[in-house]
């Protein structure tokens, strides 16, 4: 049962385009939404974060929108780099950064 | 330079061995955690700690087994029982509360 869902396995974009990269979730009870970034061979970085009391959280080229109604969020990154192409994986909690429930990410393709 | 280090980055096991995966952070964070990553699947969460001398079972503890006997270390056993063990698992801490996680670099396990 897979309570954190990321059905893009893979999207390619533009240098200096947006690239939107959702996430769905099925437990209402979860309040803490991340985003991380992960190169081959290594451990994931932590780019942004979203409690259940905002809809919106911004850091440089990075936004992340939570639509709690239709338990959905995504992150926009704005304009994108060839340095962005990884793996983003969301992440979902209920007890504010513990015990994180992972998406299946999505590899992310910045074209020159 | 703080931070979280997991070694060895590869390691192999023969059938019917135990094997210890160490985890080290200088972050002087409360909680640790340990994931495994299979391919085209997120992250799963096998054990976390949120404080020295205890620990609790994440979603697929069978086959492990860890110990938090220092607040900086969260080694990780992969014992015999553990049916299908080659995959990359990853260390995590973060302080308690409303704090992301940090990532080791992982360590590859493969059977021989």
């Known amino acids: 049962d897979q309570q954190v869902k990321q059905n893009s396995p893979s999207l390619s974009v533009q240098e200096g385009r947006i690239s939107i990269l959702n996430c769905d979730y099925t437990n209402s009870m979860f309040d803490y939404f991340l985003w991380y970034k992960k190169y081959p061979a290594e451990g994931p970085t932590f780019l942004i974060s979203i409690s259940s009391i905002k809809d919106k959280n911004e850091d440089g080229r990075f936004t992340v929108f939570l639509n709690k109604s239709a338990k959905h969020l995504s992150l926009h990154i704005v304009p994108s780099q060839p340095g962005d192409s990884a793996v983003y994986f969301c992440a979902a909690s209920m007890e504010y950064g513990n015990k994180l429930v992972f998406g299946a990410g999505t590899i992310l393709r910045v074209k020159s | ?112």
């Open chain 2, 1 to 112: 330079d703080g931070g979280i280090t997991q070694s060895p980055k590869y390691l192999f096991r023969k059938e019917g061995q135990n094997v210890t995966l160490s985890c080290e952070q200088n972050l002087n964070h409360d909680a640790m955690y340990w994931y495994r990553q299979d391919p085209g699947q997120g992250l799963r969460l096998i054990y976390y700690s949120q404080i020295v001398n205890d620990f609790q079972k994440g979603d697929i503890a069978e086959g492990y087994s860890v110990s938090r006997e220092k607040k900086e270390s969260f080694p990780l056993t992969v014992t015999s029982a553990q049916k299908n063990p080659t995959a990359f698992y990853l260390c995590a801490s973060s302080l308690r509360g409303n704090q992301p996680q940090h990532f080791g670099d992982g360590t590859r396990l493969s059977i021989l």
